[in-house]
């Protein structure tokens, strides 16, 4: 693609009005070498990449051109997602654990030209005989320090060594790398260092929260209670702690929602949603919504526990002040509990419970059990909820649309009236089963 028109398709299609510094440098790579870009979470390292990974593709090639390798399936789903409106006239796929590999299977009818994918999952195709990566002359490998601490070396080894035809090599990493991996081409390999660039840290206060006991849950509910409106992640360090964390303020009557490994994909990516849209705007999670999450701006992050390492530090509060927006980090430290070294704090905060503008909930989530796959748009849904549900435009909250289910924000007061109401409809002439998440 020309570069004139992939700039043109993220000012038209995505929020981003101008390109960061890390953005424009990597727009000016060549499509030919090896490069290892060094940028923190939230800093908007896929676009960076997307943009010279582009610029590499030709039209109507008729085979696989491009692949990214990331370490989880939310991190592919959210690259593909970027990627997909500047690839205009080319086809993106994801494959990832946990998705249908009938579908996945099918959707190499057509030959795609960019695929983005796990380390396993893209194994599993090729060990199926189902793809052809010989010609593909670009590969990124997304978060690729994470990838060899989830133990993926050797699967990425495997699939690396399918790809004979690499002309441009991007790995992306939080920190330096000790040493290339010694089956990709690296040719006087170049560092892009942007790790130490305008970060969300810069633009964050780092707020410590003291709680006069070793269970901490009453000052977590505290605080929560004393901010203002908007979105928040508390991190907790294993699944055990967010479940009792979520139960606990569930039972305080706060809009939350839970995140963690133990969860199945639908309800992980469910929950995802139901924060975008507000309508559980507190999600408390395991270190797995760190990395790789396409999370809507958050007004701030609040760590239960310690992370574990700088780069967890580093990873989780990339959560919140993305790009250009601003928040606050807090962390809760109970008598005794020792502050790691690459904690600084900014100052003390002894919440209040009392705020002029709570955080709260005005939107519920209708969940339709049809989707792309039943030929199923996001503007039938619109004229669907307007026409029947009587609902205005405005009313209608963030939609998203998968393989065979929508996911639509709507005003809390009208969900349940909208439930029983569109019971007796049909979209598009398909008798949907409509129910609140």
């Known amino acids: ?34 490069y290892t870009l060094l940028a923190p979470t939230g800093s908007g390292k896929t676009l960076a990449f997307a943009i010279p990974l582009l610029k590499s593709i030709y039209p109507a090639a008729g085979h696989v051109q491009a692949v990214v390798i990331a370490p989880s399936r939310e991190l592919v789903l959210q690259i593909a997602e970027v990627i997909r409106p500047l690839a205009t006239g080319l086809k993106t796929v994801a494959f990832y654990g946990g998705h249908s590999m009938q579908e996945e299977t099918a959707s190499l009818a057509v030959t795609p030209d960019i695929i983005a994918a796990t380390p396993g999952r893209l194994l599993d195709h090729l060990k199926r005989g189902q793809i052809d990566l010989g010609a593909v002359s670009t590969l990124v490998l997304d978060e690729y320090d994470k990838a060899l601490e989830l133990g993926f070396a050797d699967e990425m080894k495997r699939v690396c060594k399918r790809l004979t035809g690499l002309r ?34 810069r633009r964050m206060q780092v707020v410590r929260v003291e709680s006069p006991s070793r269970d901490k849950l009453t000052t977590l509910s505290d605080l929560l209670h004393s901010l203002s409106n908007g979105r928040v992640i508390v991190f907790a360090n294993h699944r055990e702690s967010v479940e009792r ?8 009557g706060l809009p939350v929602g839970i995140y ?37 701006e958050l007004s701030a992050v609040i760590h239960y526990h310690m992370p574990v390492s700088p780069e967890a530090w580093t990873h989780r509060n990339g959560r919140t002040a993305r790009q250009n927006a601003e928040g606050d980090i807090y962390v809760i430290t109970a008598e005794g509990e020792d502050i790691p070294y690459y904690i600084t704090t900014d100052r003390d905060y002894a919440p209040t419970r009392r705020s002029a503008d709570p955080i ?4 519920s989530t209708l969940y339709f059990n049809v989707g792309k796959k039943e030929k199923i748009s996001k503007g039938d849904i619109v004229g669907f909820l307007i026409a029947k549900g009587g609902l205005t435009a405005a009313e209608i909250g963030t939609i998203t649309l998968r393989d065979h289910a929508a996911l639509v924000g709507v005003p809390r007061v009208k969900a349940r009236s909208l439930v029983d109401t569109l019971a007796r409809e049909r979209i598009k002439n398909t008798r949907a089963k409509i129910s609140l998440l």
């Open 260 to 296: 963690h490994g133990g969860l199945d994909q639908n309800d992980r990516e469910n929950a995802i949603v139901q924060l975008a849209n507000n309508s559980t705007p507190i999600l408390i999670s395991t270190d797995l919504g760190a990395r790789g999450l396409d999370i809507p």
């Open 1 to 34: 693609m020309k570069q004139s028109e992939i700039l043109d398709n993220i000012r038209l299609r995505t929020r981003v009005e101008q390109l960061n510094p890390m953005q424009e440098r990597m727009a000016r790579i060549a499509t030919r070498g090896t």
């Open 360 to 363: 709260r909930s005005d939107t």
């Open 168 to 201: 441009l090599v991007i790995l992306t990493s939080a920190t330096p790398l000790a040493a290339l991996p010694d089956y990709l081409p690296a040719s006087r390999p170049e560092t892009i260092d942007f790790s130490d660039s305008d970060t969300p840290r």
């Open 245 to 252: 964390i979520y139960d606990y303020l569930k039972k305080e």
